[in-house]
């Protein structure tokens, strides 16, 4: 009997930038281009040596994220690359991902060279197009080089082409932001991911937040919309949150995370959720290198999270997507009624903030400001149902329907 390879996502940290931007809580390093070599050697054999657990897998998406992916150059993405192709099952149409920043992608025949090992889709660190703006939050980019970036990978032949965008900039205007947006749009990608700036603690920017002319919340929302309505009027479908697309090009690797699919990370800071457990690397350069080469532990967390636990998650995450909530997948997959949620998501629909189509329920863009305060909401009433239920039971209650 032929059994079906499950698929299986692979992440390959490459924690090396040319400078750490003013936002980034990223583990990232700059100056350490002397540890590249060491350190692809130490992720070849981490992937050697976890293969044989991925043997009933077919790796259909594998990204190499970052820090800056394309600082490693050719060669040593190539190698990387090789190794994967040699010890896992990749499936001939696997979505393989680079990210990489203008400054380090604008050499379009080294571009080719990574497209013809394998590598299918490219995503710019944009973030802005204005050199004012990026010179302040510590990018070391132009806007003519992501052009030159653009121009590069067309030429090298890539046909799924991203690009990061950031709004909320300090001091940037919905007038700044509409520009920066239009520039984007311009160049052409199949792809768009616009994040609102959120100030993490460790950063530069958080440090001297006070000090800047940081757009508000009702700024960033209003710029969430127009950047919703915008793309939709240009071809770019919103399918998450921050996520926008033409028809068919949707990062099939990011929506594993949104969607309670497997993948496994590598790497410094690298996350996983392989195997039913959800587990991460420590964020350290010289302590993953030594680990791997002499066979150390490497985790800095491990959580098996039994199936019918992961509602909260399948909530949490199913929430932030355009596809949102299916109330049948929720009772096949949990065992327990819907039911439970209409109330609240009736409120949510009545206030314009969520929507039932095709016996799906999601987010309205209105919504999708307000996630965190809607999916608490949800939470409250898995855990009131979840109450009812314990309490049910133990007076010996075990019928299905308790209303």
């Known amino acids: 009997m032929h059994i079906t390879p499950r698929p299986l996502g692979l992440y390959l940290h490459i924690p090396f930038c040319r400078q750490k931007c003013a936002y980034c809580d990223f583990y990232s390093l700059s100056g350490q281009d002397a540890r590249m070599d060491e350190y692809v050697d130490a992720l070849c054999a981490h992937l050697t040596e976890a293969a044989p657990s991925a043997s009933g897998h077919q790796i259909d ?27 896992y099952h990749v499936a001939k149409d696997a979505e393989i991902t680079l990210e990489a920043n203008p400054e380090s992608a604008g050499d379009w025949k080294a571009l080719k060279t990574l497209r013809k090992a394998g590598f299918n889709r490219l995503s710019l660190g944009m973030q802005s197009a204005s050199d004012a703006e990026l010179q302040h939050i510590g990018r070391v980019h132009t806007m003519a080089q992501v052009t030159a970036a653009v121009e590069a990978a067309r030429k090298a032949r890539f046909e799924n082409l991203s690009l990061d965008l950031i709004y909320g900039l300090p001091g940037q205007s919905a007038e700044q932001w509409q520009e920066n947006l239009a520039a984007a749009v311009s160049l052409a990608p199949e792809h768009l991911s616009c994040y609102g700036l ?41 399918y998450e949150i921050s996520n926008f697309a033409r028809p068919g090009r949707e990062s099939r690797h990011n929506l594993k995370y949104w969607t309670l699919q497997e993948y496994a990370g590598f790497g410094p800071g690298a996350h996983s959720d392989f195997g039913g457990v959800r587990y991460a690397y420590e964020k350290d350069l010289e302590g993953y290198i030594h680990g791997v080469k002499h066979h150390m532990p490497l985790l800095s967390e491990s959580e098996r999270i039994p199936p019918l636990d992961r509602d909260t998650e399948w909530l949490m995450l199913g929430l932030r997507t355009v596809q949102g909530l299916d109330p049948r997948e929720f009772e096949s997959r949990f065992r327990r009624r819907f039911d439970c949620f209409l109330p609240f998501l009736s409120e949510c629909c009545r206030a314009g903030y969520a ?21 608490g909401g949800m939470l409250d009433a898995l855990a009131e149902e979840k109450r009812r239920r314990a309490e049910a039971t133990a007076r010996g209650d075990f019928r299905v329907h308790l209303d």
């Open 61 to 87: 998406t594998i990204y190499f994220g970052g820090g800056t992916p394309s600082l490693l150059g050719p060669k040593r993405l190539t190698t990387l690359l090789k190794t994967v192709s040699k010890r």
């Open 198 to 238: 959120k100030v993490e603690p460790g950063t530069p920017l958080y440090a001297r937040q006070a000090e800047e002319n940081l757009p508000d919340d009702e700024a960033q929302a209003d710029m969430y919309l127009y950047t919703v309505e915008y793309l939709a009027q240009n071809g770019y479908a919103q």
């Open 355 to 375: 929507v039932e189509e095709d016996g799906r329920w999601h987010l309205t863009p209105k919504g999708f400001l307000v996630s965190n305060r809607i999916i």
